[in-house]
């Protein structure tokens, strides 16, 4: 059943297996939130032999994908299919998509329609993800092949690539005029169009790897940034498109990064909330969350500390420096998965008491695990073609917790990046009568529920299911492979029975290091 947008006023009262939660695996669950996936034992090899396959007009060989982040290696086939970069010149400079195909199981002939993956980002490659992808996909895989093609700009498609000593330079800056710089030097070292990379260029590519398939339809299944290439791809090609998997919803008409800051707010505040309407979490935390994290970071940005520290990756002594931009912007990552969030309010209150080597190690752990998930260059193309030139600041920004900065330096690149073109009626909302089901989680900080419902509004054979107490990204929770397997099955989201996801729930914040201590 779909799920009611307002908290549970006992949010925090879960089973004991959740209060035993031990620190040690909630860090190693915060890697998933740059979507890498925990380790397992590779998946069986989909050939006994090392035969080329030919698939309509695709010749794939056995490959191994394992993120960019490491974790789940999966086996799988792999191909090219060459494209002009610049469609208008179809003789010009050319570039090959990256795709990878998991073949479906052995019961029997497969279902004609495969599964196309989107990534999210922008910036993201498919084919990094194929252990989450294998996993929260697995009803699918039992009678459907699952393709994930590398965006172009991204992973193994072309991937946009700026100049290494201006990486070296700027690649860990978060100053506007350092990424102004950053982008006008990588444009003019970059040996691709950067013009030629947004998403109806992607959504082109995935047309000509349909047709190179020899597929009538396909299934999409997209993800955050993901979704946004899959409501473009369905209006352009409708009769293509059989059904629509959409999770962490992002409208046509959202302005991407323009609303980071009152998202994120609005995640914080109903955290707070949850936390203050239960007796055990308001004793042990009398501040809120949301009032915490905005004084330290108040107080850190007029005073920056230095701070010791052990690496929770290596157990190495470091120092480096706490900022109020590294709490907001911990706060702001954690918030995407709901087991690294129940961390932060015992790290933020700890760091208030002048404790801050938790929160410090927290930080550290947070930057290094989400390097190299993300094609910036590839992200500006997108970005600085269809979000940018309609980007309005917002007055209210200023009173958040991130501020009006996040979103003036998601742009700042923008003043000297190439710019494409953004075509008439790209920012229109989806109206198809193709079945859809659009999931979203009650906390999320960057695609709230409230997205999703907008977005199902104009989709008559639609259903939007919300997550109560999760985050971003939510295809691989609980039930839902289970449901989203059973909807590309009979292309119908509303006689689904959701009723599994009653099960689903917030997890509790830690009260010590020691995990959840009613």
Not at 67 to 89: F, I, M, Q, S
Not at 328 to 352: I, R, T
Not at 485 to 496: N, P, T, V, W
Not at 498 to 515: H, Q, R, W
Request: net charge neutral.
């Amino acid at each position: 059943m779909d799920r009611s947008p307002l908290p549970d006023a006992t949010p925090w009262r879960r089973g004991p297996a959740a209060r035993r939660a031990s620190a040690a695996t909630l860090l190693a669950l915060a890697l998933a939130l740059a979507g890498c996936d925990a380790p397992r034992t590779p998946s069986p090899a989909p050939e006994g032999d090392s035969a080329v396959r030919r698939l309509g007009g695709i010749d794939f060989e056995p490959c191994a994908l394992t993120g960019a982040l490491g974790g789940k290696t999966v086996d799988a086939r792999c191909g090219r299919l060459e494209v002009a970069e610049n469609p208008a010149v179809p003789n010009g400079r050319t570039i090959d998509l990256h795709v990878a195909w998991l073949p479906a199981g052995d019961r029997g002939e497969p279902a004609a329609d495969p599964v196309f993956f989107l990534a999210g980002g922008p910036g993201q490659a498919a084919s990094d993800h194929a252990g989450t992808v294998s996993t929260a996909l697995r009803e699918v895989l039992k009678q459907r092949h699952v393709f994930l093609v590398d965006q172009r700009g991204t992973g193994k498609s072309a991937a946009l690539a700026c100049p290494e000593a201006v990486e070296a330079r700027f690649k860990a800056s978060t100053d506007p005029n350092d990424i102004v710089e950053y982008a006008r030097l990588c444009a003019e070292g970059l040996k691709a169009d950067a013009r030629f990379y947004t998403t109806s260029h992607a959504v082109a590519d995935l047309e000509a790897v349909r047709r190179a398939l020899g597929v009538q339809q396909v299934n999409l299944v997209g993800v955050s940034y993901g979704t946004r290439v899959a409501q473009q791809y369905a209006a352009a090609h409708p009769a293509a498109t059989r059904t629509l998997v959409l999770d962490g919803v992002v409208p046509n008409d959202l302005v991407a990064g323009g609303e980071f800051a009152r998202m994120f707010e609005r995640s914080l505040t109903m955290r707070s909330k949850a936390c203050s309407a239960d007796p055990a979490c308001a004793k042990r935390y009398p501040m809120d969350l949301r009032s915490q994290v905005a004084a330290l970071r108040q107080k850190l940005d007029a005073a920056p500390v230095e701070v010791e520290y052990r690496d929770p990756a290596t157990n190495a002594a470091k120092r480096d420096t706490l900022t109020g931009d590294t709490v907001s912007g911990l706060a702001f990552l954690f918030s995407y998965m709901p087991q690294a969030a129940s961390l932060l309010p015992v790290v933020v209150d700890e760091a208030s008491q002048g404790r801050y080597g938790p929160l410090m190690a927290l930080a550290s752990l947070g930057g290094s695990s989400t390097q190299g998930s993300m094609n910036r260059p590839m992200q500006w193309s997108v970005i600085c073609a269809e979000d940018a030139p309609r980007y309005v600041a917002d007055p209210a920004d200023a009173q958040t917790v991130l501020g009006a900065d996040m979103s003036r330096l998601f742009f700042s690149a923008c003043t000297h990046w190439p710019r494409g073109a953004r075509p008439a009626g790209f920012e229109k909302p989806l109206a198809t009568k193709v079945p859809a089901l659009l999931m979203s989680g009650e906390l999320d900080p960057v695609t709230p529920p409230e997205y999703g419902a907008r977005v199902a509004k104009a989709l008559p054979n639609a259903r939007h299911l919300e997550l109560a107490g999760q985050g971003h990204n939510v295809f691989a929770t609980g039930c839902m492979p289970k449901l989203v397997g059973q909807f590309i099955e009979r292309a119908d989201a509303k006689s689904l029975d959701a009723k599994c996801l009653d099960s689903i729930g917030p997890v509790p914040p830690f009260t010590s290091f020691n995990g959840w201590e009613p």
